[in-house]
């Protein structure tokens, strides 16, 4: 499958606040706070949650000053985006990489969903402020990134819609964008109300995602050959 395009311009992180990657002390150091800052965001996001941790507790985790920190994230929820931005593109290139042509489109997309679901099982507390937070962002330093990263997941959606309807699997009249933006939304409204759970089972959520996207589709499947509609009552 060919992935969306991604842009070229690298992270807002890297753009705003650190120069070209390449040798130097200076580049180094840089480097080396965003790492700590990234991992203390982490660990006190997970100790503590969302509203208790603090950006002043955060920067004096990663043992930088408070405007230090401010130079790569304007608030926690920048934050957030800071340490899972990059971890979404590669959870999407890993989700779609591999789709069996052969499935049914709700297969494929459950198929696809599920690497999201196993990832998100893996770290809930921090999913689940993810996945609060994801709603409304746009903006921030990396509120582009993170929008941008949402369009490739829609693209790939889009083009294993696509794919169905050149095979005659699904209706060709709908136009394919439509489509792959409701099922992302049933997917996005699906993985926030399993992760709400007490223990999230990945297995039983992506089960779940399956029989709510063939229901979805049901009515998108062209009628078989030969097979007629059923009368009108009269």
């Known amino acids: 499958m060919r992935p969306p395009e991604r842009s070229r311009r690298g992270s807002t992180a890297e753009r705003g606040s650190l120069p070209a990657r390449?040798?130097?002390?200076?580049e180094r150091n840089r480097q080396d706070k965003l790492a700590r800052i990234k991992a203390a965001t982490r660990?006190?996001?997970?100790?503590?949650g969302f509203d208790r941790a603090t950006t002043r507790a955060i920067a004096e985790r990663a043992h930088v000053g408070l405007g230090t920190l401010?130079?790569?994230?304007?608030?926690?929820?920048d934050l957030v985006f800071l340490i899972f931005?990059?971890?979404?593109d590669r959870i999407t290139d890993t989700a779609f990489a591999a789709v069996d042509p052969h499935l049914t489109l709700a297969e494929q997309l459950a198929s696809a969903f599920g690497v999201f679901y196993r990832e998100f099982a893996a770290s809930p507390t921090l999913s689940r402020i993810l996945l609060q937070e994801m709603t409304f962002y746009s903006h921030g330093k990396l509120a582009g990134d993170f929008q941008r990263s949402k369009r490739r997941t829609i693209g790939f959606v889009e083009q294993l819609v696509a794919a169905a309807q050149r095979a005659g699997r699904l209706r060709a009249n709908e136009d394919p964008a439509v489509l792959a933006l409701s099922l992302f939304f049933l997917y996005s409204g699906a993985v926030r109300y399993w992760i709400a759970g007490e223990r999230p089972n990945p297995r039983k959520g992506v089960e779940e995602l399956r029989r709510m996207l063939e229901l979805h589709l049901r009515s998108l499947v062209p009628p078989s050959p030969g097979r007629s509609r059923p009368a009108r009552a009269r």
Do not use: P, S
């Open 43 to 48: 660990e006190l996001f997970d100790e503590l």
């Open 85 to 88: 931005n990059e971890e979404l």
């Open 70 to 77: 401010f130079n790569y994230a304007d608030d926690k929820r």
């Open 22 to 26: 390449g040798g130097g002390l200076r």
